[in-house]
């Protein structure tokens, strides 16, 4: 029985492939007409140039209409009806995923990431003062680690245990607070910043707590714990963030951050698909696919930030070009094929229909999200395609709003729909220290 199985699950396998590389050649064979022609990307990253590309601009929109867009983006989901972003008191403010009526550091380190971006310094204090009183631990095992989740009003933690993307981005937030706006007007970013690092160090396993990097395979981990230590989310590695620790984190450990920086896009290349560009929400340090307790493994709501981060990654850096290019050309080729208006946001990673669909706010449905449709578009800062302009135009022309059966993410959909408006504006940035602080 073992060999019949393994026959059937190797014949399924070339299938499957063949069938990829079949669709692939037909992809690349599709006559794309565009005036705007074929897109070249830029070659060169930020952090050498200092300048960051503006592909609306490029894709024929006017500036006006591009600064309209992103302050339309930030009042729908911090300002508007249905803004995820609530202010408490006079100093305080969360970010909260209202479908699931929570607070999560992911939303929170996003919410502080898009106000330092946008040089709106009340927003991020806000932020930073209400996650550091109600989730972040202040002595014991998982002192300076945050709970990932808490009620926002009654602030009971829904969980103890961090979730390594919130550190992740909340380090990485402070250093950029601090080099935007400096240490002395009432928090000091750049202290908050190295009490997290420095606690992240100092865990040994007590309590069952551990650094949030994989120290041997310098990858970072799916949770600092004993449960999620040696294995990941492929959405939680961003080379760039590893990059920004290694300049402005000054902690000792600056090589250990550009060796994980390597090491997070070597390991996209393991993660990715090589024929749809598809990754599942979790994986081995290996790329292995992981399946977990709650579901099988595939591309679902987790991976659709993997094509936003590869592209930050290329806008800053630029140190695997040749790969990011051809990866945006695989993932953009399948989502073109599967239909511009069309593409569903949960698959298998050859490009199938899963059969087991994860729920999102009570529904159990296949959509064409808008958070997808936002980090698809961002690929297309890697862009060599005349594809690829047709997926900044699709961005530039989704709405936030309901579907018509009453469904409506205004915070995971609104939250990667600004970030994606914010890079393909030119308006997500390496925030390198500012000579004059006010």
Known sequence: MKKIGSLIFFTSLMFG??????????????????????????????W??????????????KQADINAKLAKAYYDVFEGPNKVYFEVGDSMAYVSDVKNHDARTEGLSYGMMVAVQLNKKDVFDRIWRWTSKCLQHHGGPHDAYFA???????????????????????????LFASNRWGNDTGINYYAEARKILDAMWSKNGTGGVKNIMNVEHKLITFTPDNYGYNWTDPSYNLPAFFEIWAEYGKDGHEQFYRDCADSARVYLHKACHPVTGLNADYTDFDGKIRSTRWMPAAFRYDSWRVPMNIAMDYSWFAKDNKWQQDYSKRIQNFLFKEGLDSFVDQYNMDGTRPEFILQAGGFKKLRHSIGFVATAAAASIMGTQTKSWKFVDALWNAKLEPYEDGY????????LYLFAIMHLSGNYQIIKPQLNHK
């Open 48 to 61: 050498k140039t200092g300048k960051y590309r503006n592909v609306f601009k490029d894709a024929g929109y």
């Open 17 to 46: 492939i063949m069938y990829g590389q079949q669709n692939t050649v037909t992809n690349l064979k599709q006559e794309v007409k565009d005036s705007r022609g074929e897109m070249t990307p830029w070659s060169k990253g930020a």
């Open 408 to 415: 409506f993410d205004p915070y995971y959909d609104g939250l």
């Open 148 to 174: 990932w989740s808490v009620d926002p009003k009654t602030l009971k933690h829904n969980s103890e245990g961090s979730a390594s993307d919130g550190e992740l981005y909340f380090i990485t937030d402070l």
